[in-house]
T-cell receptor, first 111, second 112 residues
Framework: SQQGEEDPQALSIQEGENATMNCSYK?????LQWYRQNSGRGLVHLIL?????REKHSGRLRVTLDTSKKSSSLLITASRAADTASYFC???????????FGKGNQVVVIP | NAGVTQTPKFQVLKTGQSMTLQCAQD?????MSWYRQDPGMGLRLIHY???????DQGEVPNGYNVSRSTTEDFPLRLLSAAPSQTSVYFC???????????FGDGTRLSIL
């Protein structure tokens, strides 16, 4: 499968701690995106990182991309209970105009 | 600004029935997609469109039809519903694959 795979698939942390999730993929990508999904809702875009970029920040979020290892990480700093959600990575592969999603990572932040 | 609107939000069908899931966006996006989300499977692409009059198959197209007669609308048709099509369906739109995708809130479909 070309889809990204998130790791760990479930994470439970205390409020205020940092949460790190990883995503691995198998073939060359055009860009990689991270999305959040709250229970019962649609997905919300967090960050897009292009293949020629190594790191991007947005508020408390930091995304890194290592194309040599075909992996990306999403760091949420100083987590809040409102960060409880599922997080998905999604990739656009070269020569392909589709966005392929991983299976998701469930994060629970305990107040 | 409504974004991506999906209707209905919930639907129960009997095996063999047909129906159309509606999706409309008001952002003038060329690219629209339909996904299904099943437990433990993430989102799987059913069909997508890169503009009015242009559609293509995704990962799991069997049992579904789409058309794109306008930029705004991208309906998904279930031809003869089967229990395996019980799922949550999401429509998304984007200005391009280097841009964020905007998702609707989903249609929860049960086939009995």
């Amino acid at each position: 499968s070309q889809q990204g795979e998130e790791d760990p698939q479930a994470l439970s942390i205390q409020e205020g701690e940092n949460a790190t999730m990883n995503c691995s993929y198998k073939t060359s990508i055009n860009n990689l995106q991270w999305y959040r999904q709250n229970s019962g809702r649609g997905l919300v875009h967090l960050i897009l990182i292009r293949s020629n970029e190594r790191e991007k920040h947005s508020g408390r979020l930091r995304v890194t991309l290592d194309t040599s290892k075909k992996s990306s990480s999403l760091l949420i700093t100083a987590s809040r209970a409102a960060d409880t959600a599922s997080y998905f990575c999604a990739t656009v592969f070269y020569g392909n105009n589709r966005l392929a999603f991983g299976k998701g990572n469930q994060v629970v932040v305990i107040p | 600004n409504a974004g991506v609107t999906q209707t209905p939000k919930f639907q129960v069908l009997k095996t063999g029935q047909s129906m159309t899931l509606q999706c409309a966006q008001d952002m003038n996006h060329e690219y629209m997609s339909w996904y299904r989300q099943d437990p433990g499977m993430g989102l799987r692409l059913i069909h997508y469109s890169v503009g009015a009059g242009i559609t293509d198959q995704g990962e799991v197209p069997n049992g579904y039809n789409v058309s794109r007669s306008t930029t705004e609308d991208f309906p998904l048709r279930l031809l003869s519903a089967a229990p395996s099509q019980t799922s949550v369906y999401f429509c998304a739109s984007t200005a391009g694959l280097h841009q964020p995708q905007h998702f609707g809130d989903g249609t929860r479909l049960s086939i009995l």
